[in-house]
């Protein structure tokens, strides 16, 4: 890659730039910062897209009393129960019985607390979920615009 | 307190946390150099290890080998440590840094503030050098950043210990004791030998030229296996490990090229030179590919037209690499 053709196109970055290796005239190899690069934000955004659509079809369950909201914050944070049971320390069978609305709503705060912790929330953040899906990204976007 | 560390801006985090670590202790050296003498690159195509739910797929080697077989080749004596309690894990650390003594950390992504929320996912192969430490704030050398960071204690705690795949376990690293003289000529051709026996003479075939003639394979049975949503998530995956931040671009192949010139100088070979351009081109095929890639995953040119071009674009990049390290390999063995 030649020096001039470092991609400058930035839209997922945040402004940080990232380090490129790349040509000068005399063929000698630098490195050069760059924005960031289309195609790098394509393949970004559509694995944040696939996290949005996860998050859509999990409030619907929730909604519908199949799932209970930790679901929702577990997919939020990008877990699946066997990935929820190694950081909440919670073996991967009850992770899986709080999933289920019924179950979730007699549990204490004690049992709900390595949760809580992980993911900072409070009791009542933990058992509401949101209308919409939130996603770090959206939350990005938002610090961009302000800026 | 705050050491009075070198920071550096560099492509990759493990070669850059090794560069900078490097440097301030007395050895100056390149990122591309680094990279080189720790044989950092590598194709692997695994698709029964799945990384968020999608196949393993490698431009470099394991995490933490790059600055484990640098400094070994350089005669440099390191520490390593792996902690299962992080109060120990933090206790030890600050240890170090009030010892006056920068510590490379391995770290998940995903609990760092300072990244862009774009780039939070589960990674666990991250590295950066802690430099200090002011209240509850770690003061942090990233090489992926321009500046020096800062970090929550309870952020960075987390982030040593997270979950998953390369799980971490609180893992840090540091230079004990510089060698007296180095033998560079003698590390960059260790190096290079070992990334030709990589590439060339595996015996899986996930690994080297035969892993992206067998991703090559692979992506053209995707559509009709997987279906079409779930096979531009494949794809997109791939271009996201050959070209998120850390590689430089071209998935290591550009960085690799850089450290090529560097060694033709220092091992006055002037055949490194040409085979150093070779790199070049072979880094630009792969970028083509990534950008037909996201061509296909942005819906501006469809499945059925692009695979079998794709397909053709990973055998291209495999029957080149595959000349370039056979040519490698001879004139280094020569």
């Keep these: 890659m030649k020096k001039e053709d470092v991609p400058q196109y930035s839209d997922l970055s945040a402004g940080c730039k990232v380090i490129n290796y790349a040509t000068d005239a005399d063929g000698q190899y630098t490195l050069a910062q760059s924005a960031g690069w289309e195609v790098k934000d394509i393949a970004l955004r559509q694995a944040w897209d696939a996290i949005d659509e996860q998050l859509r079809e999990v409030l619907k369950e929730i909604n519908a009393g199949r799932k209970s909201p930790l679901a929702y914050h577990m997919i939020k944070n990008q877990m699946d129960a066997a990935l929820l049971a190694k950081y909440s320390g919670i073996s991967r069978w009850q992770v899986k019985r709080h999933l289920k609305p019924r179950v979730f709503n007699k549990l204490s705060e004690s049992t709900l607390a390595p949760y809580l912790e992980l993911f900072d929330l409070t009791i009542d953040q933990l058992r509401v979920v949101p209308e919409q899906p939130e996603i770090l990204l959206a939350e990005q976007e938002r610090q961009d615009q302000v800026r | ?334």
């Excluded at chain 2, 960071?149 to 609180?170: E, H, I, M, Q, T």
């Design chain 2, 1 to 334: 307190m705050k050491i009075d560390f070198p920071h550096q801006q560099f492509a990759h985090c493990e070669s850059g946390v090794t560069t900078n670590l490097l440097n301030y202790h007395g050895f100056p050296c390149s990122e591309a150099l680094v990279f080189g003498i720790g044989a950092g690159l590598f194709f692997g195509y695994v698709p029964f290890i799945k990384l968020n739910f999608l196949p393993l797929t490698t431009f470099r080697t394991a995490p933490g080998s790059i600055f484990a077989k640098a400094t070994k080749r350089l005669g440099i004596e390191v520490k390593r440590e792996k902690f299962r309690d992080p109060l120990a894990a933090e206790k030890k650390l600050d240890e170090l840094l009030a010892a006056g003594r920068p510590v490379g950390a391995q770290t998940g992504v995903f609990w760092l503030p300072f990244f862009p929320p774009a780039y939070r996912f589960h990674f666990n192969g991250h590295n950066l050098v802690v430099i200090g430490k002011e209240g509850d704030d770690y003061l942090i050398s990233d090489p992926i950043f321009e500046e020096p960071v800062r970090c929550p204690a309870a952020d960075l705690r987390k982030a040593r210990f997270a979950k998953g795949a390369l799980a971490p376990k609180g893992k840090i690293y540091y230079v004990e004791k510089m060698a007296e003289q180095f033998d560079v000529p003698g590390a960059v051709t260790a190096g290079i030998k070992e990334v030709c026996r990589g590439m060339l003479k595996t015996p899986v075939p996930m690994a080297g030229v035969r892993g992206i003639r067998l991703l090559a394979r692979q992506l053209e049975k995707w559509p009709a296996k997987l279906g079409d949503k779930q096979t531009l998530l494949y794809l997109g995956h791939v271009i996201r490990m050959q070209e998120e931040i850390g590689t430089g671009g071209g998935g290591f192949r550009f960085i690799y090229a850089a450290f090529l010139q560097e060694a033709a100088e220092i091992l006055k070979n002037d055949e490194l030179l040409d085979l150093s351009n070779h790199c070049t081109e072979i880094g630009d095929l792969w970028r083509d590919f990534a950008l037909l890639a996201s061509r296909v995953c942005k819906g501006r040119a469809t499945i059925t037209d692009s695979f079998a071009d794709l397909a053709d674009l990973l055998r291209q990049c495999a029957t080149e690499e595959q000349l370039l390290f056979t040519r490698l390999n001879a004139t280094i063995c020569r």
